[in-house]
């Protein structure tokens, strides 16, 4: 067992230098030893997509062709999950497709609740953001970092804050506060 940690530390370090070098990044281990779009492949997602190593999925998650799924992310198709073509899914966004409130406050005598949840194409979803169960974000939209989106974001908006609110939709060609 010893030789193979030091295996293991050696071909970290190994890693680690030539990653610092070339890319000026340094990453967990597991994003060393894993491929992000051998990752993506394997969970169907479409062609060119990725998906780091430390990102959990969950249920029924379907991402079209060349999205980007960042790390630490959360993923969850329990209730059904598609993400568009194109899109960033930035570092630490959490998606959901169903939450667990009334169960909670019933004291478990309600049932989870579970709701498709949808990001349109040649969307950008900022570092840190929740979007709840049930929500859909039409394509080519930008959601802000630390943003918490509870309703329906119409396609081509700009909306951030938490929770998120609409600044400006080319849907309807007007500003919004």
Same mark, same amino acid.
């Given at each position: 067992?010893?030789?193979?940690?030091?295996?293991?530390? *050696?071909?970290?370090?190994? +890693?680690?230098?030539?990653?610092?070098?070339?890319?000026?990044?340094?990453?967990?281990?597991?994003?060393?030893?894993?491929?992000?779009?051998?990752?993506?492949?394997?969970?169907?997602?479409?062609?060119?997509?990725?998906?780091?190593?430390?990102?959990? %999925?969950?249920?029924?998650? /379907?991402?079209?062709?060349? #999205?980007? %799924?960042?790390?630490?992310?959360?993923?969850?198709?329990?209730?059904?999950?598609?993400?568009?073509? /194109?899109?960033?899914?930035?570092?630490?966004?959490?998606?959901?497709?169903?939450? #667990?409130?009334?169960?909670?406050?019933?004291?478990?005598?309600?049932?989870?609740?579970?709701? @498709? #949840?949808?990001?349109?194409?040649?969307?950008?979803?900022?570092?840190?953001?929740?979007?709840?169960?049930?929500?859909?974000?039409?394509?080519?939209?930008?959601?802000?970092?630390?943003?918490? %989106?509870?309703?329906?974001?119409? @396609?081509?908006? +700009?909306?951030?804050?938490?929770?998120?609110?609409?600044?400006?939709?080319?849907? /309807?060609?007007? *500003?919004?506060?």
């Amino acid at each position: 067992m010893t030789g193979l940690l030091t295996q293991l530390r *050696e071909f970290l370090a190994g +890693r680690r230098a030539a990653l610092k070098k070339e890319y000026e990044r340094v990453l967990p281990f597991g994003d060393y030893v894993s491929d992000r779009w051998e990752k993506a492949e394997a969970l169907g997602f479409g062609k060119g997509a990725s998906i780091y190593d430390s990102s959990h %999925v969950f249920g029924n998650v /379907n991402v079209g062709a060349g #999205t980007w %799924v960042g790390p630490f992310t959360i993923l969850d198709g329990s209730g059904g999950l598609e993400i568009g073509s /194109n899109c960033s899914i930035s570092a630490g966004v959490q998606i959901y497709s169903h939450d #667990t409130v009334d169960w909670a406050v019933s004291g478990g005598k309600e049932p989870y609740r579970y709701a @498709a #949840t949808s990001v349109g194409d040649n969307c950008y979803i900022g570092p840190n953001t929740v979007v709840a169960a049930g929500v859909t974000i039409g394509s080519g939209s930008v959601i802000g970092a630390n943003s918490l %989106v509870l309703q329906d974001i119409p @396609a081509g908006s +700009r909306a951030y804050g938490s929770p998120a609110k609409i600044a400006h939709s080319t849907e /309807n060609s007007i *500003e919004k506060s």
